[in-house]
């Protein structure tokens, strides 16, 4: 939806329909020429819309047909495609919908909104709440960061908004690496996102980083000056949506006190339901994106 949008789908929708009623195969092959080769290289791996860009001109050339389509039709015909084109249009970019979904790992935080509209209790087995609002819909976590299912239009306001949640969040970190008795501190990432977040930030504050390995893991010891000392260490290993393997993947890290960067909603939720109360793990919620690990087992 972020490059497509359903108005834009329904216009490809209908110049399908208009090249195939009107057997225009020269435009079947033109439009097949440009668009199956990318779909048969990225078959199964499509994670972002970037990969579709060179196609545009196709894609483009399609919906031109559907709205060619929609001026053929007669008075009243053309005038309710273009009623529901409009609605389309302006239900996806000018209102957003979001729900709060009950099954996971979805994680509902709620995006920069001008008004919320109304709200609905849905009491289901996969959605809680559903809201309309004017602004930005749901955000959907992909494993290239965060999508707005409202499409492109108000990714500006969210990456700019989650900026600001994140410089606030770094700035708390910041301060309990400072005031952390721990020499050196720890700080725990397992995925490629966080780590780079991580370095920048730890180099805008004054640390100097090498890498290293440990046990083969990726590890930073990252030096401020005189000053407090640093290791950073990547524990990836695979995707740990359940918490018996991010627990395995912890204790693998064999450290007793660290700070553990989250890299996704679902990791937030994992960490929340099943840590926040552990038997054998302290655990303190700083923010958004940092919890503080304090085992009662030796490593």
């Not at 957003?96 to 289901?124: C, E, H, M, Q, W």
Request: net charge positive; aromatic share 14%.
């Amino acid at each position: 939806m972020a490059y497509f949008s359903f108005f834009s789908l329904a216009l490809l929708g209908l110049g399908l329909i208009h090249i195939l009623l009107s057997k225009d195969w020269k435009a079947i092959g033109l439009f097949s020429l440009g668009t199956l080769p990318l779909y048969l290289t990225y078959l199964g791996d499509l994670t972002t819309p970037k990969y579709l860009l060179y196609a545009t001109p196709f894609f483009g050339f399609l919906a031109i047909k559907g709205w060619r389509f929609v001026l053929e039709r007669s008075k009243k015909g053309r005038m309710a495609w273009m009623v529901l084109l409009g609605l389309l249009l302006i239900g996806q970019y000018g209102l957003g919908l979001r729900l709060r979904f009950a099954s996971k790992p979805y994680y509902y935080r709620a995006d920069p909104t001008i008004a919320n509209l109304f709200k609905v209790r849905l009491p289901l087995n996969s959605v809680d709440e559903l809201s309309l609002v004017i602004g930005a819909g749901a955000r959907i976590s992909t494993v290239d960061r965060d999508r707005l299912f409202s499409g492109i239009l108000y990714a500006p306001w969210m990456w700019h908004s989650q900026k600001i949640e994140l410089n606030r969040a770094l700035s708390q970190l910041a301060e309990q690496l400072d005031q952390s008795q721990q020499k050196p501190v720890v700080v725990l990432v397992d995925e490629d996102d966080p780590l780079q977040q991580m370095l920048i930030f730890l180099f805008r504050f004054g640390y100097r980083c090498e890498q290293s390995s440990l046990r083969e893991r990726y590890v930073y010891p990252c030096q401020q000056g005189s000053g407090q000392r640093v290791i950073l260490m990547d524990i990836r290993e695979n995707l740990p949506r359940q918490a018996a393997v991010f627990e395995e993947n912890l204790a693998e890290a064999h450290v007793q006190h660290f700070f553990f960067v989250v890299t996704a909603p679902w990791q937030e939720y994992l960490i929340d339901q099943h840590f926040l109360s552990h038997p054998h793990w302290q655990v303190k919620k700083l923010n958004f994106l940092v919890y503080e690990f304090s085992s009662s087992i030796s490593p």
